[in-house]
């Protein structure tokens, strides 16, 4: 079945320093994979996403890779801040599926 | 604040009794759908509706389980006879999209926590 694997489940980096997370997918059919930030209480929300005709993509400081014959994509943040620190999910599959989470503590 | 709104934010009940969480999402959109989620878990699908069609069911979803979309507009997710497993956020989010695509950006409201005890 469809299956979306998410790694590290926890990331602490220094303020400034890049931080990587990386997820799987299973279903060669998934074409769009969005990432997701969720705050303390709040809902998940979007802050980037690629679809499968394009490699990488890049917004300020967050970036999202894509490679499709290996079936994965990483989401990269460069200069992190600390009101980067939440807990981020990727998702495929219509997002139907989405990864088990990170949470990204950036330590001042 | 996304625009779509849930009720209510927390609902304590026992085992056994019925629930109902109430979506309302951002007036314009065609799709919503539920999600719950619990902690240190992503959140995991249940249903959607395109409109006012329930076009997928997650295998994960008991027959406790019913949610409608009677008008195309608001969403009412019912859990029957509820358990302790049950608790958990149950998320609902929006979003915009053309029937033969299934892409873009989901809207989601903050929540609905359950606690049964």
């Known amino acids: 079945g469809e299956n979306v694997e998410q790694h590290p489940s926890t990331l602490s980096v220094q303020e400034g320093d890049s931080a990587v997370i990386k997820c799987t997918y299973s279903d060669s059919a998934s074409n769009y994979f969005p990432w997701y930030k969720q705050e303390l209480g709040k809902g998940p929300q979007l802050i980037i996403d690629?679809?499968?005709?394009?490699g990488e993509k890049k917004d300020q400081r967050i970036a999202v890779t894509l490679n499709k014959t290996a079936k994965h994509f990483s989401l990269h943040i460069t200069e992190t801040q600390p009101e980067d620190s939440a807990v981020y999910f990727c998702?495929?599959?219509?997002?139907?599926?989405f990864g088990t989470g990170t949470s990204l503590t950036v330590i001042p | 604040d996304t625009g779509v709104s849930q009720d209510p934010r927390h609902k304590i009940t026992k085992r056994g009794q019925n629930v109902t969480f109430r979506c309302d999402p951002i007036?314009?959109?065609?799709?919503l759908y539920w999600y719950r989620q619990t902690l240190g878990q992503g959140p995991e699908f249940l249903t959607y509706f395109q409109n006012e069609a329930q076009l997928e069911k997650s295998r994960l979803l008991s027959d406790r389980f019913s949610a409608e979309r009677p008008k195309g507009s608001f969403s009412t997710l019912e859990i029957q006879r509820t358990e302790q497993g049950d608790s958990a956020m149950y998320l609902c989010?929006?979003?915009?999209?053309?029937?033969?695509?299934?892409?873009?950006?989901?809207?989601f409201g903050e929540g609905s926590r359950l606690t049964v005890l």
């Open positions: 998702a495929a599959y219509n997002q139907f599926y």
């Open positions: 690629i679809r499968s005709n394009v």
């Open positions: 007036s314009e959109h065609n799709r």
């Open positions: 989010a929006s979003s915009s999209t053309m029937v033969y695509e299934n892409t873009g950006e989901l809207f």
